[in-house]
Nanobody
Framework: QVQLAESGGGLVQAGGSLRLSCAAS????????MGWFRQAPGKEREIVAGISGSGASKFYAGSVKDRFTISRDGRGNMVYLQMNSLKPEDTAVYYC?????????????????WGQGTQVTVSS
């Protein structure tokens, strides 16, 4: 069974930073894309960032580009989301996800496995 576990969420003031981590278990998935999604109350889930299996290709939503950075370790079992210059509108539950297709990391249709989520709250 593929299992994903997020950590690193919390409460931060606007302008601050957080680093989210996703630990994967249950098998290797380095050949597939990994992504971060978020869902705020009353809003649809959206993809925030994605990274290809090799790490060579990355995707960022326009709202977070140049503020967030997605990365993965060389073994493929850890994925990170560095979030800088946080804004109140970044407040959401953030989910780690794994793709099982060959779609690009920015294509949300490919993501199948999900973590439980971690809350990120940005105060003004």
């Amino acid at each position: 069974q593929v299992q994903l576990a997020e950590s690193g969420g919390g409460l931060v003031q606007a302008g601050g930073s957080l680093r989210l981590s996703c630990a994967a278990s249950g098998g290797t998935f380095s050949r597939f894309a990994m992504g971060w999604f978020r869902q705020a109350p009353g809003k649809e889930r959206e993809i925030v960032a994605g990274i290809s299996g090799s790490g060579a290709s990355k995707f960022y939503a326009g709202s977070v580009k140049d503020r967030f950075t997605i990365s993965r370790d060389g073994r493929g079992n850890m994925v990170y989301l560095q979030m800088n210059s946080l804004k109140p509108e970044d407040t959401a539950v953030y989910y780690c996800a794994q793709s099982t297709t060959s779609l690009s990391p920015g294509d949300s249709r490919g993501y199948v496995y999900w973590g439980q989520g971690t809350q990120v709250t940005v105060s003004s």
